[in-house]
């Protein structure tokens, strides 16, 4: 199972994305853009710097790319910088109206990517009223990337045992985490204690007004919500139009966060199983209990005895499978794979859990990893947590969690020890959501989402001042890109017009 449990479902939307959406819808004619003049108003004197420098622009496909320097640390911004690597999308509409910032969640996922996905998924008014901007989070991507291991020592960090069974594998686990920490120190120098979520937020105003928009218009999946709720916190007078899709709850104790998801990540098991018995070919029977007990059966089995596969030098261990399992998950139009993979896998053969694994962590076939989103994801998560778990607090959660989720649950609560193994300390933990003075922040929810329980979005909308919660009855991580005409004509329509949906808006499923 997964010994980063904790943040897993933040981290599984780029995988999804490429998945579902496949490539880009590729825009041509945007010539018209020219390079905006920051706009730059109420900033501190010992930032200017930031806010007014030169930007130079290119051409990188259809799009504008350039990089953008910040302050490593905003506490010191004489000090030295980092560099966020900036990718514009031209509107359809010749020069346009507003800018909309895009993030796919993580921590780790690439903006700029995420902006290519999203000039397919966004309707036509959208993408004749806005400039799509995807800025690649400090550490990560095409930003300077926050690179700690090497493949080969990165392959070993994901076979650790994320369930430990035994004082020695406790200590096997909590050392492989210190010793990732230790990496990123060491490769990333000073950037590694300085990737926290609210920094990436100060950068995203730096980019905002160097873009020459007075207004922040953001659209945030999964942890882009939190990014998002952390800027609209900070910088409520400059949000613009909001959209937070596959809401996390920020306000959550990293236990509580967990069980979150443990019970999200179970209430999607269910759905597929209960969807999966009502075929012949299902290989979970066609009793539900009976099925669910199943995958319980293997994972144990597998905790015990790893699993060989297509490769020769590879098996399927149980967290490995955890990851198999879960990024199958996110989207309906993927429990096919989970199928095979368990009837495989029932009959002795983890090739296909393998592979959907190694899909969680861009791994290709010659163990070269496409991103370093698996060692981002633990840093941000953890100097984001200002009080981290005790090993005695985690041990008395663990009965919680199994109940909870027979399949996820143990992983999940080990996991939780991750920002107490952490070497680098937060200094600039996650702020508390308010977003007091904002304008209404449209927060979306998915009543079965397995990685953003829907309880995160209902609770992220309270906390939120102006906070519009509108639902998704349906399956699958996030509901803007599903394919539900209720939600996208919502969206579109506040995005285009700034019409506010009515809050408690319900869209059944389609």
């Known amino acids: 199972m997964n010994r980063r449990a904790w943040a897993l479902g933040l981290a599984l939307v780029l995988i999804i994305t490429?998945?579902?959406?496949?490539?880009?819808?590729?825009?041509?004619?945007?010539?018209?853009?020219?390079?905006?003049?920051?706009?730059a108003s109420d900033v501190p004197s010992d930032l200017s710097k930031f806010y007014t420098q030169d930007v130079s622009w290119s051409s990188c496909d259809d799009a504008k790319c350039a990089d953008v320097a910040v302050?490593?640390?905003?506490?010191?911004?004489?000090?030295?910088?980092?560099?966020?690597?900036?990718?514009?999308i031209p509107s359809l509409g010749?020069?346009?109206?507003?800018?909309?910032?895009?993030?796919?969640g993580g921590p780790g996922g690439d903006a700029t990517d995420f902006a290519d996905t999203m000039s397919s998924e966004f309707g036509n008014e959208v993408l004749e009223t806005y400039d799509i901007v995807g800025v690649d989070p400090r550490g990560v991507g095409d930003s300077e990337p926050l690179q700690c291991m090497s493949d080969d020592n990165f392959s070993d960090f994901t076979n650790v045992d994320p369930d430990p069974n035994t004082p020695e594998e406790i200590a096997a686990l909590r050392k492989s985490v210190t010793d990732l920490g230790t990496a990123c120190e060491r490769e990333g120098g000073e950037l590694a204690a300085h990737v926290s979520?609210?920094?990436?937020?100060?950068?995203?105003?730096?980019?905002?007004?160097?873009?020459?928009?007075?207004?922040?218009d953001w659209f945030g999946a999964s942890y882009g919500t939190q990014l998002g709720a952390t800027y609209a916190t900070l910088f409520p007078k400059t949000v613009g139009r909001m959209v937070l899709d596959g809401a996390v709850d920020p306000a959550l104790s990293v236990i509580e966060s967990a069980i979150g998801q443990a019970t999200g990540f179970q209430r999607a098991l269910v759905a597929f199983a209960k969807d999966c018995i009502k075929k012949d070919s299902c290989p979970l029977g066609n009793d539900l209990d009976a099925g669910m007990a199943k995958i319980s059966d293997l994972m144990r089995r597998l905790d015990e005895t790893p699993m060989e596969t297509g490769d020769p030098s590879r098996e399927l261990t149980e967290g490995l499978a955890f990851y198999g399992v879960a990024v199958t998950l996110y989207d309906k139009g993927t429990w096919h794979y989970l199928e095979r993979g368990l009837k495989e896998a029932f009959g002795g053969d983890g090739t296909t859990l393998l592979v959907l694994s190694d899909a969680y962590f861009d791994r290709d076939p010659n163990g070269k990893y496409g991103d370093n989103i698996g060692e981002v994801?633990?840093?941000?998560?953890?100097?984001?947590?200002?009080?981290p778990p005790t090993l005695a607090e985690v041990e008395a959660a663990?009965?919680?969690?199994?109940?909870?989720?027979?399949v996820f649950g143990r992983a999940l609560g080990w996991g939780t020890l991750s920002p107490s193994d952490w070497p680098i300390k937060a200094t600039h933990p996650q702020v508390k959501i308010d977003g007091e003075g904002a304008p209404p922040i449209i927060v979306v929810g998915t009543t079965r989402d397995p990685a953003t329980p829907y309880e995160g979005a209902q609770s992220l909308a309270k906390q939120l001042a102006s906070g519009v919660l509108i639902s998704r009855d349906g399956d699958g991580?996030?509901?803007?890109?599903?394919?539900?005409?209720?939600?996208?004509?919502?969206?579109?329509?506040?995005?285009?017009s700034g019409k506010v949906p009515k809050d408690g808006l319900f869209c059944k499923a389609e």
């Open 398 to 406: 663990l009965p919680r969690f199994e109940k909870i989720s027979p």
């Open 18 to 39: 490429a998945v579902i959406v496949g490539a880009a819808y590729v825009i041509t004619d945007r010539e018209t853009w020219t390079k905006p003049e920051p706009v």
């Open 197 to 216: 979520t609210e920094e990436a937020a100060r950068d995203m105003d730096v980019v905002r007004a160097l873009l020459g928009r007075k207004k922040m």
């Open 94 to 104: 010749g020069a346009a109206k507003r800018s909309i910032f895009v993030n796919p």
């Open 71 to 88: 302050p490593i640390d905003y506490d010191d911004p004489t000090g030295a910088t980092t560099k966020l690597a900036v990718k514009v």
């Open 477 to 496: 991580h996030t509901a803007y890109s599903s394919g539900n005409q209720c939600i996208s004509k919502a969206v579109d329509e506040y995005l285009v």
């Open 377 to 387: 994801i633990y840093a941000v998560s953890s100097l984001d947590v200002a009080d």
